[in-house]
């Protein structure tokens, strides 16, 4: 099978307040996207890469793709994740899968970039990244009042990289009614069945300063 990977970098990251876009902010030495990057070189298939950068950017993100993958496309990406994850998928040619990827998800292990891809093989159908919820989840009212307790044994938190047959989610995102957070929703409503496999915690988001911090203390090499 063919596999493409779209790595989504292209937000401007303003909750983090770190001066730069997101995926450009410094991280151990390097970029959170290079990071990113070296997450999907270490894929055991080689897939297509197409990164998607601010436009402003899309120099800067070339030479980081070239040299810590080494081949690859660049493309400007939108104002919101979707247009940039659709700007993305009008390069994943003749791809089989495609997975969407977060650059801001910067220690993402390269075995759940495999395994996102062995689930939609195996199954013909999405598959994303997902991990039981800790915390106990009220729904709230305007103010602060509980409206319920809603039972988290039902619940994923779900990660990126999220897999997809290339051919559903192109027309998913063609037929695309609204606006949406993850592309698994866009699957949802073009009446795609989407499952949840096994996600990992190192997959988390850098979102804000104390993400960031976390990820710098997960790089730190052990002192002896
Ligand atoms: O803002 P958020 O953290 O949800 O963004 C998730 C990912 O989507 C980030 O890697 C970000 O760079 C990307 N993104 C994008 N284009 C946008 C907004 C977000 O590529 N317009």
Not at 53 to 66: C, F, Q
């Amino acid at each position: 099978v063919k596999v493409a990977v779209i790595v989504v970098a292209a937000g401007s990251g303003t909750r983090l307040a770190a001066g730069a876009p997101k995926a450009f902010v410094p991280l151990a030495g390097s970029t959170i996207l290079e990071h990113a990057l070296h997450s999907v070189a270490g894929m055991r298939d080689e897939p297509h890469v197409i990164v998607v950068a601010p436009a402003e950017l899309v120099d800067d993100a070339r030479g980081m793709l070239s040299r810590v993958i080494g081949r690859g496309e660049v493309v400007a990406g939108g104002a919101t994740r979707q247009a940039s994850v659709a700007a993305g998928l009008a390069l994943v040619g003749d791809a089989d899968i495609v997975l969407v990827h977060d650059a801001a998800r910067a220690l993402t292990p390269s075995a759940l970039f495999d395994r996102v891809v062995d689930a939609v093989a195996a199954s013909g159908a999405g598959a994303i990244p997902g991990l039981p919820v800790s915390d106990t989840i009220k729904r709230t009212a305007d103010g602060g009042a509980i409206v319920e307790t809603v039972d988290r044994s039902e619940l994923s938190a779900v990660q990126t990289p999220q897999g997809f047959p290339a051919a559903e989610l192109i027309a998913a995102y063609a037929s695309a009614a609204r606006d949406v957070t993850d592309d698994a929703q866009l699957m949802a409503d073009a009446g795609h069945p989407v499952a949840v496999v096994e996600g990992d915690p190192l997959a988390f988001k850098v979102t804000t300063l104390w993400d960031l911090r976390r990820a710098e203390e997960l790089l730190r090499p052990a002192s002896a």
